[in-house]
Nanobody
């Protein structure tokens, strides 16, 4: 059973930075693609960024140029570097890996952007 654990969230002022981590229970991030998602209060979960096994990266328009997704060389941790954070970036951030028909999610990490 694959386990994903997110960390790195917290309270930050607008314009600040955070780095989120998604740690997997085994080295999978060169075998399967991974996505970062977020869910703001009262809103649906939305895709933030993805990185494929081959390294192709995509970002939501709302975070393009501010967020960076990358993985470690061991393939066990994926990061989301978030710069120039805005109030609207507030939410719970999750990582997800899809293996065949099963989606594996972490428990999420709270990001709060507030002045």
């Amino acid at each position: 059973q694959l386990q994903l654990v997110e960390s790195g969230g917290g309270l930050v002022q607008p314009g600040g930075s955070l780095r989120l981590s998604c740690a997997a229970s085994r080295s999978i991030f060169y075998i399967y693609g991974v996505g970062w998602y977020r869910q703001a209060p009262g809103k649906q979960r939305e895709l933030v960024a993805t990185i494929s096994t081959g390294g192709t990266i995509n970002y939501a328009d709302s975070v393009q140029g501010r967020f960076t997704i990358f993985r470690d060389s061991a393939g066990r941790t994926v990061y989301l570097q978030m710069n120039n954070l805005k109030l609207e970036d507030t939410g719970v951030y999750y990582c997800k890996v899809a293996i065949t028909t099963i989606d594996y999610w972490g428990q999420g990490t709270q990001v709060t952007v507030s002045s």
